[in-house]
């Protein structure tokens, strides 16, 4: 069983388009997390929800929003895509509350995202 | 300020022999945890070993193992014995503060080439 799902793998879309990536996390952990890597591989948080509670919120657009339905899921929903949206986007988990420092993130497979 | 930095944007190494990766920091919390993550071609990120700020020891899991110096913030990664498999973008992270940090900060990444 995958620990960290994200559906699609691979999207390619038209500027202006709205999309949505699916994360799914079956490790019962209670945050989970966007990043966005860009095309020189630099990893940077987007998002942080714990117990379906947004966190961390680092200065990303309006257009993307994320979605936390229950403590399994974080969906990323992105309108208007523009090319700079154009980047690989990794959900992760991990249980922090109680936990120890060394408690690390698991992360899904990531979603490739071409905006032409 | 960077607060995670990695200066070796590539490095090379002869199968069976030692690398070293280098990951410096800069926080002022006395407690955080350091992470390394391996990324392959293939995108998916592993994690690989931990160190806490108060671990008295050197981390190590199998091949590989931290160098972490405290006093000079860094935290090197070691694999031991490259192997071919070992090739892809190694990444440095750290998580900060007691209470639900919910956050890894991330280097920018070192590419390893093992050489046959």
């Known amino acids: 069983d995958t620990a960290v799902s994200q559906t699609p793998k691979y999207l390619v879309t038209q500027m202006g388009n709205d999309k949505s990536i699916k994360c799914e996390q079956n490790?019962?952990?209670?945050?989970m997390y966007w990043y966005k890597q860009d095309s020189k591989k630099f990893l940077k948080i987007m998002f942080s929800y714990n117990n379906k509670e947004l966190i961390i919120n680092e200065t990303v657009p309006n257009r993307f929003s994320p979605k936390s339905p229950d403590k399994a899921h974080l969906n990323l929903h992105i309108n208007s895509l523009e090319l700079g949206d154009s980047a690989v986007y990794f959900c992760a988990s991990s249980r922090l509350q109680g936990q120890p420092m060394n408690t690390e993130a698991f992360f899904g497979q990531g979603t490739r995202l071409t905006v032409v | 300020a960077q607060k995670i930095t990695q200066t070796q944007p590539g490095m090379f190494v002869q199968e069976k022999e030692a690398v070293t990766l280098d990951c410096t920091y800069d926080?002022?919390?006395?407690?955080?945890?350091l992470f390394w993550y391996k990324q392959p071609s293939s995108g998916e990120m592993i994690f690989l070993i931990y160190?806490?700020?108060?671990?008295?020891q050197n981390a190590t899991e199998g091949r590989y193992s931290l160098n972490f110096q405290k006093a000079r913030k860094s935290a090197n990664l070691v694999i031991s014995a490259s192997q071919l498999g070992d090739s892809a973008m190694y990444f440095c992270a750290m998580r900060e503060g007691v209470d639900s940090s919910y956050k890894l900060i991330f280097g920018s990444g070192t590419r390893l080439l093992v050489r046959p």
């Open positions: 926080t002022s919390d006395p407690s955080y945890g």
């Open positions: 490790l019962g952990h209670d945050t």
């Open positions: 160190q806490g700020s108060y671990d008295q």
